[in-house]
């Protein structure tokens, strides 16, 4: 696997989470196997892989929910779970989906929650959670019992229980789950200016896009393995870029493509049904960099012409996050939304 | 405090539950139906029915003594099941324990302050029998003076304060049961499974109390000493059996409540 190194060697006290090591073992089956998150200080941390890659998994040995099999963690500078009293008090956390007693109301919940950290100040307790009710939007609802609320508003009230504290570091587990695309917006928001007020955030999700959009930096798991991870404009880059040609001669192109190493993805149905009064639709990864013998785009665009292809469209695409993750887990994404 | 702020946290929510309130309530129900049952037949024969049943009619009180014997036996240990074993099974159950924990509410503080609510509620299953008790008794037949085992007599206000020293009694003899519960419930995700659990130990705990050929486990047993109130009811008051009573109970918390520590600030939490 071609994992980055973690984040350009940042010193430690640079990171807000930093694991070393970190490995967990369910029986015979590893869940977690040595991963080395780097997560800077002040960043917005995508943490991304598909189900059962293990992400929940490292989120709760980082909240000391779970011990570690093997390998250390520290959050925030200090190590977990030894320092758990000092730490935890600055994490706002939602894990695996909001958790709430269906018999009380939001606010209830919320001041439940609160009541169980030691730090908390009980004096501004219930102003605090109002004040969280109001940043998520639920104000109007934190009389009504959790039974009656809806999952988008369950989510919404997860978040405000990360909040009701100022916080440094963030964990939000799936955060827009069971959020419509305004709820969704909402949130990516709320990031930016938590993000803003200096905490670091870290945010676990299957939605590609969604993390392409907000984070700064991020990381990919594959079957409990760390598989790459860094700024966000390092992964793009690794990510292969491939050739995107239009044409109504694709037999032709195929050949031509062939005979200068290319290997091009035949068009068509495979492709999202590219046959249309144009041509159809020819992909072809190009070589990273300057590999021998790799043909430079011009070069393949007049070898085409030059044999008769008609040329109707042509393009150099950048590899997308979706294409780095895909080549890295051999595994699809779920890029709804 | 914040300890008992988490305290006062735990017994809103265990008190502000619908199902709390449907335990206290079936509690209650029972000297309520023996009281009107009595009233409602000519005359109790004596030697027939519950201890005590044929002296309601003469003075209410007893309808308070008859209703805990009554409820001793299954009624009581179904209750405390259900609270104790529902103490961490049950935030697991939900979800919510992980949320607790990462507030972080310390698990060794959180397993006292789930112990501490569980102990409230055995102290208020035995005074609700007793004090509806009392209430029913006083409501539906005189109250006067009554006769003790002893032979003396007391009036009716001393014999209301002996009333509340048998549920005080029972109080106590939960306490081991819900140290059981509590482990029980550090074992699972399931709170219907350490509730059951939990009740199933009374239950063979009584049937092994009731073989004679088990007679060398019964001191051991922490039901063994269940009905032995009958000290609290002589004068002077023999304060033996409450005093063997406490200890038997607890015996049971620190074996059980060690072991409830051990596994919970060792356990992974992944519900």
Known sequence: MTALPPSAELPSAELSIETRGLSKRFGRQMAVDGVDLAVPRGSVFGFLGPNGSGKTTTIRIMLGLAAASSGSVRVLGEEMPRQLRTVLPRVGALVEGPAFYPFLSGAANLLRFDAAD?????????ARVRTALERVGLAHAADKKVRAYSLGMKQRLGIANALLAPRELLVLDE??????????????????????DGATVFVSSHLLAEVEQICTHAAIMSAGRLVAQGPLAELRQAGQSRVRLLTPDAGAAARVMAGLGLTPDGGGISNGGSAGTWGEVLYAPLPAGSAAGAPSPEELVAALVAADVRVRGFAVEQGSLEDRFVELTGEGFDVAQ | MPGLRL???ELGVLFRRRRTWAMLLALAAIPVLIAVAVRLSSAVPPGRGPAFLDRISQNGLFAGVTAMLVAVPLFLPLTIGVVAGDTVAG????????????????RGRLLVVKFAGAVVFAVAAPFTVALVGAGIGAALFPVGPVTLLSGDSIGAAEALARLLLIAAYLAVSLVGLSAIGLFMSTLTDVPVGAMAATVVFAVVSQVADALPQLEWLHPWLFTHRWLDFADLLRQPIVWDSFAANALLQGGYLAVFGALAYARFTTKDVLS
Do not use: I
Request: charged letters at 20%; a positive charge.
């Open chain 1, 118 to 126: 030691p730090e908390a100040p009980a004096g501004t307790r219930r």
């Open chain 1, 175 to 196: 955060p827009t789950n069971g959020l419509d695309p305004q709820g969704t917006r909402e949130v990516r928001h709320l990031v930016r200016s938590l993000a803003a």
């Open chain 2, 7 to 9: 305290l006062g946290s």
């Open chain 2, 91 to 106: 935030e697991a159950g939900l979800g919510t324990l992980r949320y607790l924990l990462a507030a972080p509410a310390g």
